[in-house]
């Protein structure tokens, strides 16, 4: 298997109000396709879609979950400073996300803090002074 993840998925309950606020709100490129009740954004390297989560479940063959609470998965947006943390976690809260955790100096020597996007997923916003993943 080729080391590449091309798609990242999340399903969500209110398709409209998610592709704005990553639209723009967190202003990502929005693709235009008009197959259906999805929304693409085109990124470096890989694509954020976003798909009605009773939808996506139907796909899988699985039971969607309406359980709250912690899935068990994070996204990570890393950027080029500290200040740009703080940039990024403003702009996300400002664009209707929760902030979980204020941008803090981390156990491995950045600096990071999370937010909860409108449909519950999180997301950490990074710094690494060791390694350049942006």
Known sequence: MKPKISIITLGVDDLERATRFYAEGLGLPK???DGGNISFFSLEGTWLALYPR???AKDI???AST???FSGI????NVTSKSEVDAVLRQAVSAGA???KPAEEVFWG???GYFQDPEGHYW???YNPYQDLT
């Open 98 to 100: 929760e902030l979980v």
């Open 61 to 63: 063959g699985v039971a």
């Open 54 to 56: 009773e939808e996506l």
């Open 124 to 126: 950490e916003v990074a």
């Open 67 to 69: 359980q709250a609470g």
């Open 31 to 33: 693709h235009d396709f």
């Open 110 to 112: 950045g600096y990071s």
């Open 74 to 77: 994070t996204l990570a947006h």
